[in-house]
């Protein structure tokens, strides 16, 4: 492969990198990364402190966008590219080095991680940057690579606490690698890995001020550290993350240059990579099986490209092929984040976790800020701390935020007490009025009744002000006026939408909806805004048993609502559908959204 066809490649990724950058909205994590970089410490209750300074960095540089939040990840990402390329030209030829290179170019998972204000990005150039400088000393044992080694290790300490998933790696090179053993009886090494060390020192410090709240959440309390048999599918979660040829070559390379007696720097890669790939593999069957850990083994796989492509004996008939699946699936990647950015209402079929984090939140932020700005000065308050740090964003204006179990499970109820936004310091501070918003979809539907009967208490006053949806129906807000010392505290509609029935003749739609110590008096259908059919709730409504048997409706268990349509008397072709429920004290809520389609069956 030519010199001129791997720049053009990097010139173009790096570009379709930057541009997504730039409008990809932003993920939850991202938002908190940023709160953290606007009060920049010595660490947090959920990182090191690597992430926020570097954001820090780009906002200060090119102000308040997300383009500046995010180029130092995405210049990481490309530094990576670039080590993986330099490191091949030392030990094979030009043509393999260029190949070596666009393959790190292509990692599929590199085009998420790599356009995202994330650690993972950082944290794989510096365990790569660690791993280069160590088989170069290894085999050298001069100063400046031992030095390199030691320092890359130390940034990586500052920027994620897996930074301890490549001494189990390194501990494997030492005991596996024949060339490598030397290093255990080697000063210079030892003196590298207290330098590496040194990165943890920030985070130890702020962690022993602070009752160890980050080695806490990283250690215990994300983890039941059982056995969980979800973790055998990492390899399979590995072949769409790598693409599937590049994942089997890649292990097949790795494991034959480990039984290799040729001493040659591709051995030693392989012995890091497969170390890596393995100390992940293990940790993932026993470790938190609720967050996507799809990116983590990513530096493996980067370790083994030298080794891959040193054992290839025939580049020409195998490299189409590698280059080509690798291409295609990072085009997917690529295609997931420019839906994110165009057409959010895409990512419905694939369900919650995939575009939740990121959507909705700039059409909501334009639907709170008039709302503020007509209060003259409420307090502001969220629900959870993803939503605080996202309105925070695209407000300029710190929420406090409520006790909530989402805080805890991601590490960051600690660092709102800190920041004195949490619940308590709410309740130290002197005020009268509030803007609450809720992240309604967020909530469990079994838990949606006992979380808002708990804000009477916690907060006073309740008045339902609004809500906001996303266009797909997918995200939902609720809005509510706060008066602390008002008496009274409204609670919202509640509703369940049921399966929809498909019959020869009719479509029957229903469901229910309550309101706690009130009445929801009505159920409107709706038919690209125009009602369709209203039911009344009332005694001669179905019985419907509720997700809540505790909550008091004045109509008792006539809480259902059906619609019967006539198939003949739809208008024809797939429509949008709304469903609206009306509550005797004016509340008005959006039930839910569908499509209907009176040909179908």
């Keep these: 492969m030519s010199h001129r066809a791997f720049w053009l490649a990097f010139g173009t990724v790096a570009f379709l990198r930057l541009i997504l950058a730039a409008n990809v909205p932003l993920f939850g994590d991202e938002a908190f990364y940023w709160q953290e970089s606007r009060r920049l410490a010595a660490g947090y209750s959920d990182l090191p ?52 290179g666009l393959l790190a ?16 990005v950082v944290l794989t150039l510096f365990l790569v940057l660690g791993s280069i400088a160590l088989i170069r000393a290894k085999d050298d044992d001069r100063w400046r690579w031992w030095l390199l080694f030691g320092v890359a290790l130390a940034c990586a300490w500052a920027v994620h606490w897996r930074t301890v998933m490549i001494y189990a790696a390194g501990g494997l090179l030492l005991v596996g690698d024949p060339s490598a053993r030397r290093l255990w009886k080697s000063p210079r090494h030892w003196i590298a890995q207290g330098i590496g060390l040194t990165g943890l020192l920030p985070s130890l410090m702020f962690n022993a001020a602070t009752d160890w709240p980050a080695l806490r959440f990283q250690a215990v309390d994300r983890h039941d550290w059982g056995f969980h048999a979800g973790g055998l599918m990492m390899p399979l979660e590995q072949m769409v993350a790598v693409s599937p040829l590049f994942f089997v070559l890649a292990l097949l390379a790795a494991c034959q240059w480990a039984r290799s007696a ?9 012995w890091l990579g497969l170390g890596l790939f393995g100390a992940y593999f293990l940790i993932g069957c026993f470790a938190d099986q609720e967050r996507t850990r799809i990116h983590w083994p990513a530096p493996a796989f980067l370790l083994l490209i030298p080794a891959l492509l040193c054992w290839i004996k025939s580049p020409s008939r195998m490299w189409p092929w590698l280059a080509g699946t690798a291409a295609l699936v990072s085009a997917i990647m690529f295609g997931g984040l420019a839906i994110l950015w165009q057409k959010p209402a895409w990512t419905e079929p694939f369900g919650k976790r995939f575009g939740a984090n990121f959507i909705g939140y700039d059409t909501l932020a334009e639907t709170v800020q008039p709302m503020l700005a007509a209060s003259g000065g409420r307090v502001l308050i969220a629900d959870n701390f993803l939503l605080a740090a996202q309105l925070d964003w695209q407000l300029g204006r710190s929420p406090y935020v409520l006790d909530a179990a989402r805080n805890a499970e991601h590490g960051r109820a600690v660092q709102l007490e800190l920041w004195a936004l949490d619940e308590s310091a709410l309740q130290a501070q002197d005020w009268q009025r509030a803007l609450l918003v809720v992240d309604d979809s967020a909530l469990f539907a079994a838990d949606r009744f006992g979380f808002y009967a708990s804000l009477c208490q916690r907060l006073g006053g309740l008045e339902f002000a609004g809500e906001h949806m996303t266009d797909d129906g997918r995200r939902r807000f609720t809005l509510w006026s706060v008066d602390r010392r008002g008496a009274n505290c409204r609670q919202p509609i509640l509703s369940m939408l049921f399966p929809i029935e498909h019959r020869a003749e009719q479509i029957i739609v229903g469901g229910y909806a309550v309101q706690h110590l009130g009445r929801v008096r009505a159920v409107h259908l709706d038919v690209e805004g125009q009602w369709l059919a209203t039911d009344v709730l009332g005694p001669q409504g179905p019985v419907v048993d509720t997700h809540w048997p505790e909550l008091r409706d004045a109509n008792g268990e006539h809480v259902g609502f059906r619609f019967e349509l006539d198939r003949a008397a739809l208008r024809p072709g797939p429509l949008r559908y709304r469903l609206v429920a009306e509550a005797d004290d004016g509340q008005r809520r959006e039930i839910d959204r569908f499509v209907l389609d009176p040909a179908q069956q």
């Design 262 to 270: 040729e001493a040659n720097p591709s051995r030693s890669y392989a």
């Design 105 to 120: 170019l292509l990692l599929p998972i590199g085009q998420a991680v790599g356009v995202l204000a994330i650690p993972d």
């Design 49 to 100: 402190a690597g992430t926020a300074w570097l954001i820090a960095m780009g906002q200060f540089l090119f102000g308040h966008s997300l383009l500046a939040l995010r180029w130092p990840f995405v210049c990481a990402g490309l530094l990576t590219v670039l080590l993986v390329r330099v490191t091949l030209r030392r030990i094979t030829d030009p043509d393999t080095a260029n190949r070596g």
